[in-house]
């Protein structure tokens, strides 16, 4: 049985408009089973049936934070698991996908990199955490209107596949997304960032810098070793020369390592004439990681010193702690005792 959702549109089987009538049911209505599509003759659903499936995944497990945010813990059809995270504030309803198990990256503050690498996810099942959501969440999959590819993984180290499901979610008969909407989160692989540029797609990009400097950098980033910043920095350029979008450059603080307003002062220098916006994301803690967030004043003190010297910078407080979503604790643990545990999907095939 092979997966349909790591065709593009108009690769899917059937002749002339059954492509599209398939489309429709699989990311406007969100069906998760052949016998589902009624506008198509009985026997092309049970042939349908029979050579494909549609859903990724053995088991889906929904944790409700307190504060809105679902993390769905995926069972893949091979045992392994990974997780994804749906935000339904602010107006607009977000994903944060995955694109591994686990990650080969290693940075020294993220429970992900800690579970070390597990494998690539495929474009289905990249896609398919989209459509679990969804249906968990009694929603078409085209009500989801931004996603952002920041869950487990390094999206540049799958790129094959990333692109693909990125592909599929662009696409007028696919999840219909704006390339705006889209944002993949890298570590910084330059070979991949020029990649990307090539492709021309127009999603938005997401820098994890962590560092203005590459002697801090490569105390918590182990990739900073092979690509040193005015590297991934030329790649970054590129990249907005091309697609004129406006990068985002992510800041972990952590307390002691790269939290000095110094270090904020040399960022800004950095990044002059890159048209950067700065997202500060306090430490989400996990147990047993090896550093500390800055705390709160100090925080607010480095975004004051970036703001002073022109650099447009926001704070992201995190959310879903409660439940382990937030950024970097995704790490297929559940920190405290479940009140809710509903089962979506045990297709299992
Ligand atoms: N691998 C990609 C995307 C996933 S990580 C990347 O690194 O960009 C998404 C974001 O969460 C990154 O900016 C990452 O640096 C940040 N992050 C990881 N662990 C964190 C933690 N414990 N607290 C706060 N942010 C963290
Ligand atoms: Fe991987 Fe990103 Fe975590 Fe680093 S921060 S280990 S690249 S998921």
Redesign the pocket.
Known sequence: MRAILDLLPEELPGEGYRKAQIAHWLYARGALDFAEMTDLPKALREALDREWRISEFALVEAYPSRDGSVKYLFTLLDGKKTEAVYMPYENRKTVCLSTMVG?P?G?S????GALGFGRNLTAAEILSQILAIAHHQGISPREIRNVV???????LLNLQNVLRAVRVMLHPKGLALSPRRVTL???GIPKGIYRLAEEDLGVRL?L?L?APDDETRRKIVPTAHRYPIAEILEAVRHYYAKTKRRVTF?Y?LLEGVNDHLWQARLLAKLLKGLSAHVNL??????EG?PVE?TPKAGILAFAEELRRLGVPTSIRW?RGQDVGA????LALKVPRPLTFKPTLEDAGR
Do not use: D, K, R
């Open positions: 990650c990256a940075c503050f993220c429970a992900t590819l920041m869950g487990m993984g390094e999206p989160s890298t570590v997401a994890s962590h992510e972990t994301i306090p430490f989400n803690p996990w990681a967030g995190s937030a950024c970097g604790q």
